[in-house]
T-cell receptor, first 114, second 115 residues
């Protein structure tokens, strides 16, 4: 049982380039999330999808777009990467977005923007 | 706005010691609190989830307690082992989060257990 799988694990971009981070979960969860983790800032929510077909902004959505492709997959796109987007990105999922939802995380995607 | 604080930021103990990690939050109106473990270069692994109606949860050598009124949670690790070395994070889900989607994370306590 793979849980939450993210690709790629590492990526280096130049300023202005675009890329998509992929996330898939095999736990039949309804809700999926994208976080970024930065030293001194902790984990911050970028976007989430409470259920298939819906997406909403989190705390730091600027510069990102998301797509909930189907129940299993939730992608994060950087249209024009900036050095401030250098970070570790985590995808997570939960059974529902409700108040009892325990979160399960992927192993992260480490992005460097030069 | 909910704020979550974990003190100390780092802790080093000898193997076999019992230890307590602390998590405090500013808004006591929460749905639940979750403790995670993060190994270097890895994702977060869920350890324990405590609902607002619960006082504690146990899993093996781990015991997490919750005191909503004082805005505090503790993670107790019994008989620590070098394999427990990791960063431990707590996260709270607030009652004000109507979508139920948002957690507020602390920055974690980096634990080192020395052989």
């Amino acid at each position: 049982n793979a849980g939450v799988t993210q690709t790629p694990k590492f990526q280096v971009l130049k300023t202005g380039q675009s890329m998509t981070l992929q996330c898939a979960q095999d736990m039949n969860h309804n809700s999926m999330y994208w976080y970024r983790q930065d030293p001194g800032m902790g984990l911050r929510l970028i976007y989430y999808s409470a259920s298939e077909g819906t997406t909403d902004k989190g705390e730091v959505p600027n510069g990102y777009n998301v797509s909930r492709l189907n129940k299993r997959e939730f992608s994060l796109r950087l249209e024009s990467a900036a050095p401030s987007q250098t970070s570790v990105y985590f995808c997570a999922s939960s059974i529902t977005a409700g108040n009892t939802g325990e979160l399960f995380f992927g192993e992260g995607s480490r992005l460097t923007v030069l | 706005k909910q704020e979550v604080t974990q003190i100390p930021a780092a802790l080093s103990v000898p193997e076999g010691e019992n230890l307590v990690l602390n998590c405090s939050f500013t808004d006591s109106a929460i749905y639940n609190l979750q403790w995670f473990r993060q190994d270097p270069g890895k994702g977060l692994t869920s350890l324990l989830l405590i609902q607002s109606s619960q006082r504690e949860q146990t899993s093996g050598r781990l015991n997490a307690s919750l005191d909503k009124s004082s805005g505090r949670s503790t993670l107790y690790i019994a008989a620590s082992q070098p394999g427990d070395s990791a960063t431990y994070l707590c996260a709270v889900r607030g009652l004000g989060e109507t979508s139920g989607s948002r957690l507020t994370f602390g920055e974690g306590t980096q634990l080192t257990v020395n052989p």
